[in-house]
């Protein structure tokens, strides 16, 4: 068998197993239909929400405002992360204030942001960037200072300009540790699209379509927003990872040379 089917069949073996365990639960009636619906009438509200286009709509602007969340912190934190990893003085400066502000709860941003930008798009989007700056901020710094010395010290030996030193030397070193960051950025800023449209109820998106099936108890609804978070999940996870190991192929080249 092809690899690479393989692959696919073995990640796929859980969650057909939980869809399984579901059906069975209401076919031999295990659960309160109240409570938990079958597979069937999730998919059928499926059906239904994306032939009315609600479903799109919804997804569009959950994806528009995590996309322009996750744009604008995770620039903010590498930029901020490069000054703070490049300057000693620098990070002498904001350094001690931003790991404050860091061990700050992000939900306690929320009172502070929705008195500040109201309850629409810029409050959403900049409670999504500030999910996002953090975790990159925080790597970028620590894959600039963890750049090995042997390398700087050889840069200068070529007369490295510092700009030379930080294109060829101190970012090609960083860079895993820059997509690290990058890539909890992109987790954080999703998961907090839904917490800031389950809060910030004002304008569509998935979260708001939760909250229109917990408040009328439209168990199939809320069952389908689940099922709709965790694919677009996986599909950022996804795209993450082949990003990163495209951006970074020059790894494997490298080691295999030796």
Known sequence: MNPTVRTVLRGAALPALLLGT???????????????????????TAVRLAENGYLWTSLQASLGRFLAGFV???IAGTVVGTALG???RFEQLIGPSLHTVKQVSLLAWIPLISVWFGLGDPAKIAFLSLAAFFPV?????EGIRSVPRDLTEV???FAFSRAQLLRHVVLPAALPSIFTGIYLGLLYAWLATLGAEYLLTSGKGIGNLL?????HFWMDQVLLGV???????????????????????????STAQF
Request: glycine share 8%; net charge positive; charged share 20%.
């Open 22 to 44: 579901w059906w069975a639960a209401f076919r031999f009636g295990w659960t309160d239909t109240k409570l938990f619906v079958p597979p069937s009438e999730v998919w059928h």
């Open 72 to 74: 604008i912190g995770s």
């Open 86 to 88: 490049l300057s000693r």
């Open 137 to 141: 901020t925080l790597n970028t710094f």
């Open 155 to 157: 840069a200068r030996v």
């Open 211 to 215: 909250t229109d099936g917990r408040e």
């Open 227 to 253: 099922v709709i978070v965790g694919l677009v999940g996986f599909a950022i996870n996804l795209v993450a990872t082949r990003l990163e190991a495209r951006t970074l192929a020059w790894r494997g080249r």
